[in-house]
């Protein structure tokens, strides 16, 4: 073939592409806009939380079951329970409503704070104040499991410490 004939012929080919590439074009990223999404946000904003450090293993209402027991007792992991946010929110929750140990208006029933796992504050300052309540100021992560029930089926919402310091205030006793 002579050039003359592969020039015409990419030419020709271009020319009937063009119109194809125009009409789907290649996906491009798209521009950030500034604003990250509303998990990522409410993972990334400070918040401040009263609760009641237990072991994992012990919190009320969090048994795991007697195959995975002895797992979970040398995980070592605690948790925050009866909360209350001091600071940002509390990621939005779709537990089960729990009977009120004192009725709550005409219903008796109340929605259970949440409970987390605390991450980043060392084993041994967690465990210096087991069964006391502390105040931890931090951020959220994996808020995507608030609306998950309180048992070992499923994985907590993280708090993610930076500070603790107790603070007065009473806390349930270890089942």
Same mark, same amino acid.
């Given at each position: 073939?002579?050039?003359?004939?592969l020039?015409?012929?990419?030419a020709?080919?271009?020319t009937?592409?063009t119109?194809?590439? $125009?009409?789907?074009?290649p996906?491009?990223?798209?521009?950030?806009?500034?604003?990250p999404?509303?998990?990522?946000?409410?993972?990334a904003?400070?918040?401040k939380?009263? !609760?009641?450090?237990?072991?994992e293993?012990d919190?009320?209402?969090?048994r795991?079951?007697?195959?995975?027991r002895?797992?979970?007792?040398?995980?070592?992991?605690?948790v925050?329970?009866?909360?209350k946010?001091?600071?940002?929110?509390?990621?939005?929750?779709n537990?089960?409503?729990?009977?009120? $140990?004192?009725?709550?208006?005409?219903?008796? /029933?109340?929605?259970?704070?949440p409970?987390?796992?605390?991450?980043?504050?060392?084993?041994?300052k967690?465990?210096?104040?087991? !069964?006391?309540?502390?105040? /931890?100021?931090?951020?959220?992560?994996?808020?995507?499991?608030?609306?998950n029930?309180?048992?070992?089926a499923?994985?907590?919402?993280?708090?993610?410490?930076?500070?603790?310091?107790?603070?007065?205030g009473?806390?349930?006793?270890?089942?």
């Amino acid at each position: 073939m002579s050039p003359r004939v592969l020039a015409y012929g990419l030419a020709c080919s271009v020319t009937l592409a063009t119109p194809l590439l $125009a009409q789907n074009p290649p996906p491009t990223a798209q521009a950030p806009t500034g604003q990250p999404s509303a998990a990522l946000q409410a993972a990334a904003t400070l918040v401040k939380v009263e !609760g009641c450090v237990f072991k994992e293993v012990d919190a009320p209402g969090r048994r795991p079951p007697d195959e995975v027991r002895s797992r979970v007792e040398t995980d070592d992991d605690y948790v925050l329970t009866n909360t209350k946010m001091i600071e940002g929110s509390a990621p939005p929750s779709n537990a089960a409503p729990q009977a009120a $140990a004192t009725p709550t208006g005409t219903s008796g /029933i109340t929605t259970a704070p949440p409970m987390f796992k605390v991450k980043d504050i060392s084993k041994g300052k967690l465990k210096d104040e087991l !069964g006391h309540r502390v105040q /931890i100021e931090g951020t959220l992560q994996h808020v995507e499991r608030a609306g998950n029930p309180v048992s070992f089926a499923f994985d907590l919402v993280e708090l993610r410490g930076t500070t603790m310091k107790r603070i007065e205030g009473e806390c349930p006793k270890k089942d």
